[in-house]
């Protein structure tokens, strides 16, 4: 799989300085208008603190949500993909979340996180395997999908050109395997917790302090039991771990998979391009809508938009209850 290049687009900057480099979110209008005109699908921001407004802080959670903000209203504008890259920082003590250069609103505004790196801790300059795991998924309900296995090979075109090769998934890794943070023996570790928390599940939601005393008294520690959980997808994100009522207990419940992702063959993408759903942001990998799709959205009805049904619906249930 290569880029068709005759499909791609640089926003170059002007050789003559005439204009200031592009930053966001002061620079909103001028790539609103490069994206109009090549009728972009997809919107890559390589990498995001590069692209910050000068004055801002790639720490400042109020500066990351305004240069998302801008990105946000483009990407609903044109119904394109917005994916934005940030690197990792060095220290391989801290879970993968915490290896994200920059502050935590780098992964808590977008709706889906991904992170890409080399299995089993390996060095990058020593192999070409290559994994990509999703650290955050909150258009997704249940258990999030498998990690995808992938190798750079050579173009059989072009030797000169690298191309993604899918190698399949890869369910033995997580995103914190990724990141180095995570050993054998602590993954072998996890790996037991989450077994023993499928086992305690089986039969039903249970109050999460109760799950967590059987498996502390077990002798799983209690970071291994939150890495395991989230191994398995009982988040707060996925509608997993809930309150009982208004002051009733949390629980903690399995998640459901009633629509699998169909099986990965013949070297094919593992993201087919699926129905417009409305602008969706990612870190690294959204959904890519095809032309005819976004074309229909932008000459949609608001009826046709998520979120304007969301706000005509409780319009409706403010007039009727005045």
Not at 104 to 127: C, F, H, K, Y
Not at 177 to 189: F, K, Q, W
Not at 196 to 214: D, F, M, N, Q, S
Not at 271 to 295: C, F, I, K, L, Y
Request: hydrophobic fraction near 40%; charge should be negative; include cysteine.
């Amino acid at each position: 799989m290569g880029a068709d290049l005759d499909r791609c687009a640089l926003l170059a900057e002007d050789v003559t300085a005439t204009t200031r480099p592009l930053t966001l979110p002061s620079g909103q209008e001028r790539l609103d208008a490069a994206v109009r005109a090549v009728d972009a699908a997809l919107v890559i921001v390589d990498t995001g603190p590069g692209f910050l407004d000068g004055g801002l802080n790639s720490n400042a959670e109020e500066d990351i949500r305004a240069f998302f903000r801008a990105l946000a209203m483009i990407a609903r504008e044109h119904v394109c993909a917005v994916i934005v890259i940030v690197h990792l920082n060095e220290d391989r003590t801290r879970s993968a979340r915490g290896r994200v250069m920059g502050g935590a609103a780098w992964t808590n505004v977008p709706r889906s996180t991904l992170i890409l790196g080399t299995p089993d801790g390996e060095d990058p300059q020593d192999t070409s395997e290559r994994a990509l795991a999703v650290l955050k998924a909150n258009l997704i309900a249940g258990k999030a999908p498998d990690t995808l296995g992938l190798r750079l090979v050579t173009s059989t075109d072009d030797s000169s050109v690298a191309v993604v090769e899918w190698t399949g998934g890869r369910p033995d890794v997580r995103a914190d395997d990724l990141t180095g943070s995570v050993g054998a023996d602590e993954r072998g570790e996890r790996d037991d917790c989450a077994q023993a928390i499928e086992e305690l599940l089986a039969g039903g939601p249970k109050p999460a302090r109760e799950v967590e005393a059987t498996l502390q008294k077990a002798g799983h520690a209690a970071r291994t039991i939150r890495r395991a959980r989230e191994t398995l997808g009982i988040t707060r994100e996925a509608g997993c771990v809930y309150q009982e009522g208004f002051r009733g207990k949390f629980l903690w419940r399995l998640p459901v998979t009633d629509d699998p992702a169909p099986p990965l063959g013949n070297g094919g993408h593992p993201w087919e391009p699926v129905a417009t759903r409305g602008p969706q942001m990612a870190n690294t990998h959204t959904d890519v809508h095809g032309g005819a799709s976004r074309a229909g959205a932008r000459e949609g009805t608001a009826e046709d938009d998520p979120l304007e049904r969301w706000i005509a619906m409780h319009r409706e249930d403010a007039g009727g209850a005045g």
